[in-house]
């Protein structure tokens, strides 16, 4: 049976000071993650000393609290904590160092923690975790996390911890213990990246190469608007990839052969560009290559943007409306692709 804890009942707290060794008589109480049912307790107890007593319920795993840099989970310091079936407790700092377990270190990261006056139980179905930071001023973005139900992380001598099933970042203000959620770092550039990069890539230059292939008979205006809507394509192009840079560097992201792919079609983008400029006349004898070059790589390169653009959905967990939204776009280019070239197989 789970018993509530609440701010309004702060009695039970009064009886932990056996257990806690910290004064808790004093300490601000807020709701800081309503879903999860987290409550923080905390006040300020020293010139550079700081308490926290951190309320969940137990749902048998890890719960975490972490002092966040920038907003998001990687380059926050945190404190873990659990306590077994058994009764055995653990409570360790980590640095969290990157989205993987294995960039995520025990006993590492900036937090100050009075190591005497920590302690992690069970009360009434609720974990509470105290602690004390030696900090003139907490940082004021922190992040939240629960583990697996059932899947405590290993004691001696790993400590090494899994992936959460449910996680927070908010913004606190400390003096009025007024906390909001915030959302991921960086991520409307996310957003700008993927918006800009589907645009040009994956919806622009097919219909320039469409409009190549299946207008002709409208000349010149079909190479007009091919060369405009191709050199739109590429300008929009480019501003996604240079926010791809700008945001592999701000979130140390591993996106490796994602990265290679997007170098790859800014590099054949490049080269259909100058071809462009080096084009023979058209009745010059070697224009069927140049014709059979550009085409191949343009093929290539849309061939790679459309891999790239559900790549890097996946990758950023971008969820399903991305993907449907952009595979109805593919869809309708399909069927306008099959309608046209039977349309042009039976003028021959
Ligand atoms: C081995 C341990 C951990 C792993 C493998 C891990 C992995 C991840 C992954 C893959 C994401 C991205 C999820 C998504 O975009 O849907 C994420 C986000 C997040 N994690 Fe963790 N995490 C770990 C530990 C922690 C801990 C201990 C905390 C807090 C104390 C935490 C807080 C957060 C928060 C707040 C987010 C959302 C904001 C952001 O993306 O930066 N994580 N984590
Ligand atoms: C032209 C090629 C590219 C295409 C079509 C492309 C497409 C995408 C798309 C659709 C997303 C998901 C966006 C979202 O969540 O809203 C994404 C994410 C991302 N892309 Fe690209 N991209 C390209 C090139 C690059 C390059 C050159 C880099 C530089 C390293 C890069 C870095 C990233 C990063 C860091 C993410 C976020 C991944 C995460 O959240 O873990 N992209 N990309």
Redo the contacts with the bound molecule.
């Keep these: 049976q789970t018993t509530q804890d609440s701010c309004s009942s702060n009695t039970n707290l009064a009886n932990f000071n056996g257990r806690i060794s910290f004064d808790v008589s004093s300490l601000n109480c807020f709701s800081v993650w309503t879903s999860e049912d987290f409550i923080l307790r905390y006040s300020q107890a020293g010139p550079s000393l700081w308490s926290f007593v951190l309320s969940t319920p137990n749902t048998n795993s890890y719960i975490g609290m972490g002092f966040s840099p920038n907003g998001g989970m990687v380059g926050s310091s945190a404190v873990v904590g659990w306590v077994g079936r058994d009764g055995t407790t653990s409570m360790r700092r980590y640095f969290l160092g990157g989205q993987t377990p294995s960039q995520v270190l025990v006993d590492q990261g900036d937090l100050q923690i009075v190591g005497n006056t920590s302690t992690i139980f069970v009360d009434s179905s609720r974990i509470y975790m105290a602690f004390q930071l030696v900090t003139d001023q907490p940082r004021q973005r922190l992040v939240y996390s629960v583990g697996d139900s059932n899947n405590l992380p290993p004691s001696t001598p790993s400590y090494r911890l899994t992936q959460h099933r449910s996680q927070i970042a908010i913004r606190m203000n400390y003096a009025t213990g007024q906390s909001s959620q915030t959302k991921a770092p960086y991520s409307n550039l ?2 700008a ?2 918006i800009l ?2 645009m040009a ?2 919806i622009l230059i097919p219909i320039g190469a469409m409009v190549a292939r299946y207008l002709k008979h409208l000349d010149p205006l079909w190479f007009y608007v091919h060369s405009g809507v191709q050199s739109l394509g590429f300008i929009l ?1 480019l501003a ?2 240079i926010a ?2 700008v ?2 560097d701000r ?1 140390d ?1 591993r ?1 490796g052969k ?2 290679g ?3 790859s ?2 590099v054949l983008g490049c080269l259909q560009v100058l071809a462009l400029l080096v084009r023979p006349s058209i009745d010059a004898k070697t224009r069927q290559y140049w014709n059979w070059y550009h085409h191949s790589v343009g093929r290539l390169m849309i061939l790679f ?1 459309i891999v ?2 559900f790549y ?2 996946h ?2 967990k ?1 969820g399903t409306s ?1 993907n449907v939204g952009y595979g109805v776009v593919l869809g309708i280019y399909a069927i306008t692709i099959v309608i046209l070239e039977i349309k042009m197989l039976r003028k021959k």
């Design positions: 996310k957003r990246h993927g990069n589907m890539w994956g192009g996604g990839v791809g840079f945001l592999d979130l992201a996106v994602h990265k792919l997007g170098i079609i800014l943007a790239n653009i890097g959905i990758l950023a971008a991305w």
